[in-house]
């Protein structure tokens, strides 16, 4: 057998007793670093994968993207939307993962710096000094994500009550990072170059050497495609539906849609899937007798059904973001009374989601506008993109202030910031709007032809709808169908028998139910809302 003497030059080049020259030392260490980073990032990120699958938790990428979308305003948001469309979720949490790999691997040299091993080094048991900067590695992630991702941190994809999805989540971070710090410390020991230990071969020695690097290598190769799965897994429960709009069929809107047809807006990459076991619905703050209800427990208030329409903020001048349910509840007013009413110094209900979404409106506002928290919608159990196992509904407000996925509701002395609220899209009162559906393309000269669509204006309701055919020189008034409730769209119709052949812009406009006609002023949907009347040329021949 053939040993390594004690300064004897191999042709591994490793066997000295000599330390390697400053340059050498740091050259090696700077290459085999980041190998030990890229590996421990990569079995972070499969123990973030694997925890939000077990335990529903979101990885730091998720938490990170929520905490920028809070921390950018509308301008910035609409940017970054169009930049990445028609993938505005994924290639963002991408780019956050590669970050992730980037700063996990890149880190690697800050530890390496701090553990300070002389080259070549002895065994593959890393030391105390290492385990201790592992460590603080672990703790001082940990605590960063815990403090910067604060408020990100109440979500929970099987809809765990706050406290309990706070904690939660900051033991996921203390679990990714643990991971993180412990294959980090190990796969660092083991790439190291090493003196052979007393008494082994060399060529043993460079075996084993060789063995301990090729494990890392397969470690990370391991965890790549592990990864690799787990991010095909998590794409497959992807939210493709959100942006879905109401269209009519035939030129017509239904007066209730159906619930596959009801447009859809969400937040998420993946919407929230609430285990009914877990969720709870609490009502909490500055009520006189806070509690807390089960799904069960929940549905035995005493519940009323009524049609409100949605719209979401982001509906053009004619578009269809905008449907209407028949949604079944208890009203705010009715649970409030359940636990002693609110306390005199209540001014807010916040409402907070088990997706982290929140916001919050004056409490004498919601309580007018008969608030109603929904489990029904239609008929049946709430669908899951709706909200399910529970949603608010706000009458007169832009769909961002009608919160799915309900967990708590809190009456505060104070607004409480949300998602939209902090970008700075607009959050009053939503603006009095009309469209019309029919007719469209071309119209038999000398046949009487209907012109007819919706108006909405949350509720207030709607009092008149005018309709022009000579674009809004001269208005007829239109007739209006009653509408299914104070808080719901309204459809107009006016006869038309066009007795010139040629172009014809139509337009509408609706007056609400304080006698306010709609606004011509034209305004795009950023960040106020849009404003304007919807137009629509139709040929006469
Ligand atoms: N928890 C939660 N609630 C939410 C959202 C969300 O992303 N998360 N999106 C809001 C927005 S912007 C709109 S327009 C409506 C859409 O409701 P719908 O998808 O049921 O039509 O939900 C609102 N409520
Ligand atoms: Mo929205």
């Not at 939660?168 to 190990?186: M, R």
């Not at 493709?240 to 239904?254: I, L």
């Not at 703050?285 to 549905?299: A, R, S």
Request: aromatic residues 10%; neutral net charge.
């Amino acid at each position: 057998m053939q040993k390594a003497e004690p300064g004897t030059l191999t042709k591994e080049g490793l066997q000295t007793t000599e330390n390697y020259p400053r340059r050498q030392a740091l050259l090696v260490t700077a290459l085999l670093a980041p190998g030990a980073g890229l590996a421990a990032s990569l079995m972070a990120v499969v123990t973030m994968g694997i925890l939000f699958f077990v335990a529903g938790t979101p990885s730091p990428a998720e938490l990170f993207g929520d905490y920028v979308l809070k921390h950018i305003d509308v301008y910035t948001f609409l940017r970054l939307l169009l930049t990445f469309s028609p993938n505005a979720k994924t290639i963002p949490l991408g780019l956050a993962l590669l970050g992730m790999f980037g700063v996990g691997t890149l880190l690697s040299w800050l530890y390496a710096t701090l553990v300070r091993v002389k080259l070549p080094t002895r065994g593959y048991r890393p030391t105390l000094r290492e385990w201790l900067s592992a460590l603080a590695f672990t703790v001082v992630m940990t605590l960063t994500g815990v403090v910067l991702f604060w408020n990100e941190l109440r979500q929970n994809h099987f809809g765990l009550p706050i406290e309990w999805a706070v904690l939660l989540t900051a033991l996921a971070l203390l679990a990714d990072f643990s991971i993180y710090g412990v294959v980090l410390c190990l796969a660092y020991r083991a790439l190291l170059p090493k003196y052979p230990p007393p008494g082994v071969a060399v060529a043993a020695h460079g075996r084993r050497q060789l063995l301990a690097r090729a494990g890392v290598a397969a470690v990370s190769v391991g965890a790549g495609a592990g990864a690799l799965g787990l991010v095909r897994a998590y794409l497959n429960d992807y939210a493709a539906y959100d942006g879905m709009k109401t269209y009519p069929h035939d030129n017509v809107t239904a007066p209730i849609t159906p619930n596959s047809e009801h447009y859809v807006v969400t937040q998420n990459a993946i919407d929230p899937a609430p285990n009914i076991d877990l969720w709870r619905l609490e009502v909490t703050g500055l009520v006189n007798q806070p509690g807390t209800y089960t799904y069960e427990e929940l549905q035995k208030l005493p519940s009323i059904s009524r049609a409100v329409s949605l719209e979401c903020i982001a509906n053009g001048v004619g578009d269809h973001l905008i449907s209407t349910a028949i949604w079944q509840g208890v009203t705010l007013r009715t649970l409030l009374a359940h636990h002693g009413g609110a306390q005199g110094t209540a001014r807010y209900a916040a409402f907070y989601s088990v997706d982290g979404y929140n916001m919050s409106l004056p409490l004498d506002e919601v309580l007018a506008a008969d608030a109603l928290l929904a489990w029904r919608m239609n008929g049946v159990e709430l669908p899951a993109r709706h909200g399910y196992p529970l949603r608010v509904l706000i009458p007169g407000r832009y769909g961002e202030e009608n919160p799915k996925w309900l967990t708590r509701v809190e009456l505060t002395d104070h607004f409480v910031q949300g998602l939209y609220s902090s970008q700075g899209w607009y959050n009053g009162p939503l603006h009095t709007m009309s469209r019309i559906d029919h007719p469209r393309g071309k119209v038999a000269l000398g046949q009487p032809v209907e012109i007819g669509g919706i108006a909405f204006a949350g509720n207030r309701g709607i009092q008149k709808v005018e309709v022009s055919v000579d674009g809004g020189t001269t208005w007829q008034q239109a007739t209006l169908n009653p509408p299914l409730s104070p808080d719901s769209w309204v459809f107009w119709k006016w006869q038309w028998r066009p007795l010139m052949a040629g172009s014809y812009t139509l337009v509408a406009r609706a007056t609400d139910g304080h006698g306010e006609v709609q606004t011509s002023r034209n305004q795009g949907t950023v960040p106020g809302g849009a404003t304007g009347y919807h137009q629509v040329t139709v040929v006469v021949a």
